[in-house]
C-alpha cells in the first residue's frame, strides 16, 4: 500500500489563511501591520527567485515589505549600516538577509548584528544556542526545520518517544530540527556522510527528516514500513523529456519509499511551500511580541 502524501503546498496554504486573518485583526485593532525587509546582496538568480516569493507572500497575507536590492561588491560595514538601520525602524518586525552573501563579506557578523528580536530567520547565535539547551526558548526558529515540525503536528504524526533519524548536520536544517525533536521527546539520530553502515541506521527511523542535498540517495530498502519521511532535499536532475531539461528530485528515491513509509512528502510541493509560511509565521509573532499582544 502506497504512503499517504504529506500536502505540504495545501497545509502551507492553510496557514497563511491563518496568518491573514491575525494580521487583519491586528490592523482592526492597533492600525498596524507586521513588517519584513529582505536584503539582497548581489545577483544571484535564485536568491532573487526566493524574494520574489517571499514578497508575494507577504502581500497575500497583508505584511509589509521593505527591500533592499544592494550590488554585489557592497562592502561589509554599508551592509552593517542597513541591517542597523533595520533594527531601528519600528515598523520592521523582521529582518531578512538573503543567503549566501558574497564571499568577501563575513556571514557570521552580519547575522550576529541583526536584532535578536527581529532574527525571523531564526540565525542569531543566541536563538540558536537557546535552542540547543533544555527548557530555553528561542525568539524564533529556523524556518525550515520549524515547518517539517509543522507538518508533522498537522498531518497527526506521534513524536514523543518515536525513534527520529535526521540525515545531514547542516546549521540551517539538520542541526536545528534535530535540535526540535529531541525537545519533542524523540529518541534521536544524526547521520552525516562519515556514519558508518549508513542504510541500517536509516533504517531504524520511525521518523526520518532527510536533508542531505544528494539526489534520491535513500533508497526503497533504506527504510522500515511505516516510516514517516520529511524530505527537505531540493536537487535538479538532468530530464531531456522536460522543458527545462532538469527535473527537481529530493533526497529520497520518492516512488521506491512511497511503497514502504507510512506518509512522505512530496519534492516539489512538502517543505519547500512550509519554508515561506513559517517565515511569515515568525514574522507575525514578532509584531505581536512588539505589540504587547504575547
Known amino acids: 500500500m502506497s504512503a499517504k502524501i504529506i500536502d505540504g503546498k495545501a497545509i502551507a496554504a492553510t496557514i497563511r489563511g491563518e496568518i491573514k486573518a491575525e ?4 490592523k482592526a485593532q492597533y492600525n498596524k501591520v507586521p513588517g ?6 548581489g545577483e544571484r538568480r535564485d536568491s532573487q527567485t526566493y524574494v520574489r516569493m517571499k514578497k508575494r507572500a507577504c502581500a497575500e497575507v497583508g505584511i509589509t515589505s521593505f527591500g533592499y536590492d544592494l550590488p554585489g561588491d557592497t562592502s561589509q560595514e554599508d551592509l552593517l549600516e542597513v541591517v542597523r538601520e533595520l533594527n531601528a525602524n519600528p515598523d520592521v518586525h523582521g529582518i531578512l538577509v538573503q ?3 558574497p564571499d568577501h563579506i563575513d556571514e557570521e557578523e552580519i547575522l550576529g548584528a541583526i536584532s535578536l528580536e527581529k532574527d525571523v530567520d531564526g540565525f542569531h547565535p543566541l536563538n540558536i544556542g537557546r ?8 525568539l524564533f526558529v529556523p524556518c525550515t526545520p520549524k515547518g517539517c515540525i509543522e507538518l508533522l503536528d498537522r498531518t497527526g504524526v506521534e513524536i514523543e518517544g518515536k525513534r527520529a533519524v535526521v540525515l545531514g548536520r547542516s546549521n540551517i536544517v539538520g542541526l536545528p530540527v534535530a535540535m526540535l525533536l529531541l525537545h519533542r521527546n524523540a529518541t534521536l539520530t544524526i547521520c552525516h556522510s562519515r556514519t558508518k553502515d549508513l ?3 536509516v533504517r531504524e527511523a520511525d521518523i526520518l527528516v532527510a536533508a542531505v542535498g544528494r539526489p534520491e540517495m535513500v533508497r526503497g530498502d533504506w527504510v522500515k514500513p511505516g516510516v ?7 536537487n535538479a536532475v538532468d530530464d531531456p523529456t522536460r522543458e527545462k531539461g532538469y527535473r527537481l528530485v529530493g533526497d529520497v528515491a520518492f516512488d521506491e519509499v512511497k511503497e514502504v513509509a507510512a506518509a512522505i512528502t512530496p519534492v516539489p510541493g512538502g517543505v519547500g511551500p512550509m519554508t515561506i509560511a513559517m517565515l511569515l509565521r515568525n514574522t507575525l509573532d514578532s509584531a505581536k511580541r512588539a505589540l504587547g499582544m504575547e
Not at 519584513?36 to 546582496?41: C, E, F, H, I
Open 199 to 201: 542504510p541500517s541506521v
Open 131 to 138: 535552542l540547543s539547551m533544555k527548557r530555553r526558548d528561542p
Open 36 to 41: 519584513l525587509a529582505a536584503v539582497l546582496v
Open 228 to 234: 514517516v519521511v520529511i524530505d527537505v532535499g531540493v
Open 23 to 26: 494580521v487583519e485583526a491586528m
Open 99 to 101: 543567503l549566501p552573501l
